[in-house]
């Protein structure tokens, strides 16, 4: 089986309010791209934000005497130290120039996911400027997907909507999943034979985040304007799945 993902080009600057399934579709048209039953289509988490209009300027932000104090051991600015703080369930982590939190929809990240590239508002300086993640990225893909399904007229895709995260022991960011819509987030292996027939007993394949990962990398992560990756020839079946899933049970997480 052949996995094609190819960034769908053609797709605006995304504003406040704008109707990404309409222009997704109107991108995918004008670029002769086919959308298929089965296929998928994966969101870089900015545009989900920035059309949910999760845009905060700095300068309407008070911190509190916790963000001040977080502030001076991170070297930040303690304003976006406490929009960090709102977006938290807990601080895991603090060190000059970076601050580790667990984020209240479950997943262990650098500042809550809060971030200033490719960031711009309708007043002030640009610099003032930051994009919070989605409130709830699994009901942003569930909308998503079915508006999709709706105006496309497929029976059955699938939507997952990824951000850039650091990880333990490695370098680098890699892309990975946060919010799912009838893609499987885990494969179960157990239970299937190998080639000599040995049976597997803890292979479980995190094939949201692999998926995820390539389309990161056909995205880019600068100036390249394509947030949006279409998938076809996903390997499994796609069926109702939650990000949930992903995330390790804290009392198995080891690198805590």
């Known amino acids: 089986m052949t996995l094609t993902l190819q960034p769908i080009p053609n797709i605006p600057l ?21 959308l298929q039953s089965g296929d998928i289509l994966v969101f870089a988490q900015k545009v989900i934000s920035k059309a949910e209009g999760r845009l905060f300027n700095l300068t309407q932000v008070i911190p509190t005497p916790r963000a001040e104090e977080l502030a001076k051991e991170t070297d930040k600015d303690p304003r976006f130290i406490e929009l960090v703080l709102r977006e938290s369930r807990e601080v895991l ?6 601050i580790i939190t667990e984020h209240r929809c479950g997943f262990v990240c650098a500042n809550a996911g809060i971030d200033h590239s490719n960031v711009s508002g309708p007043w002030g300086n640009e610099d003032d400027w930051v994009l919070l993640l989605p409130e709830n990225p699994d009901a942003s893909a569930e909308k998503l997907r079915l508006e999709l399904q709706k105006l496309s007229g497929a029976p059955e895709l699938g939507v997952l909507i990824i951000d850039s995260h650091g990880r333990a022991w490695r370098n680098g960011t890699v892309g990975v999943t946060i919010g799912i819509s009838n893609v499987p987030g885990i494969i179960d292996m157990r ?14 394949i995190a094939a949201a985040d692999e998926l995820a990962a390539g389309a990161s ?3 880019g992560q600068a100036a390249e304007r394509t947030p949006v990756v279409h998938v076809h020839g996903f390997p499994f079946m796609l069926r109702d799945a939650h990000f949930n899933e992903l995330v390790r049970p804290k009392e198995q997480d080891l690198f805590r």
Not at 14 to 34: C, H, M, N, R
Not at 191 to 204: A, E, I, K
């Open 14 to 34: 995304i504003q406040p309010g704008d109707d990404l399934a309409k222009v997704v579709l109107q991108a995918l048209e004008t670029s002769a791209i086919p």
């Open 93 to 98: 982590r603090v060190r000059p120039g970076t």
């Open 191 to 204: 239970g299937q034979p190998d080639l000599f027939g040995y049976r597997l007993r803890v292979t479980m």
């Open 217 to 219: 990398l056909v995205m």
